[in-house]
């Protein structure tokens, strides 16, 4: 079965300095992986995605992601980071027996401190 | 494009009551499901469905039943509401086509059951 890990539960950065949100997965074939940030209160919306290609994964909000697949790895970066980036923030892995559905680790809570 | 709608946005219940979840897309996906978010646990498949008059059960289906009798509905069932199934529901769709393969998620409901 597939699952998701997302090692850090809390992150507190300053505005302006680098942030990395890890991620690991364990699924038998190619992944399907994608982050997702949820504001408080909020629904989700998605930040990124991989399917294939390159590794290295543009996203919205100056997001990006990187695939390594030797160490079943799909963390999240920004190169500085904005008050109102502070949110929830998931990744997840799709495929499987359920299709398209999506397999969430258990969220990271970013806090940015002025 | 109303995209993804749930009603209602907030359910206090008491325990044994039943109660209906709304879900609907406008988006014409073929493939609907429902999530669960709980603390420390990211979003749980409870159910999901690759079309209409098919549906299949996810990672956490005890309580819950599901019908797709359109393409754009997908309501979610609790037939006895129970404390364990408070919680905050999310409704998502997506198109079966891989290369358009995102989970669009509706706006969520907060349950209480007390």
């Known amino acids: 079965a597939q699952s998701v890990t997302q090692p850090d539960i809390h992150i507190t950065v300053s505005e302006g300095a680098s942030l990395e949100l890890r991620c690991n997965y364990s699924y038998g074939a190619t992944p399907y992986l994608f982050w997702y940030v949820q504001s408080p209160g909020q629904g989700l919306q998605l930040l990124l995605k991989?399917?294939?290609?390159?590794?290295l994964v543009q996203g919205i909000k100056g997001f990006e992601a990187e695939f390594k697949r030797s160490q079943s790895s799909f963390n999240l970066r920004k190169p500085s980071v904005h008050w109102s980036d502070a949110a929830e923030y998931f990744c997840a892995v799709a495929g499987g027996n359920a299709g398209n559905m999506l397999t969430f680790g258990g969220g990271t809570r970013l806090m940015v401190k002025p | 494009n109303a995209g993804v709608t749930q009603t209602p946005k907030f359910q206090v219940l008491k325990t044994g009551q039943s109660m209906t979840l709304q879900c609907a897309q406008d988006?014409?996906?073929?493939?609907m499901s429902w999530y669960r978010q709980d603390p420390g646990m990211g979003l749980r498949l409870i159910h999901y469905?690759?079309?209409?008059?098919?549906?299949d059960q996810g990672e956490v289906p005890n309580g819950y039943n599901v019908s797709r009798s359109t393409t754009e509905d997908f309501p979610l069932r609790l037939l006895s509401a129970a404390p364990s199934q408070t919680s905050v529901y999310f409704c998502?769709?997506?198109?079966?086509?891989?290369?358009?393969?995102?989970?669009?998620f509706g706006p969520g409901t907060r349950l209480t059951v007390l």
């Open positions: 469905s690759v079309g209409a008059g098919i549906t």
């Open positions: 991989y399917f294939s290609g390159d590794t």
């Open positions: 998502a769709s997506s198109s079966v086509d891989r290369s358009k393969d995102t989970q669009y």
């Open positions: 988006m014409n996906h073929e493939y």
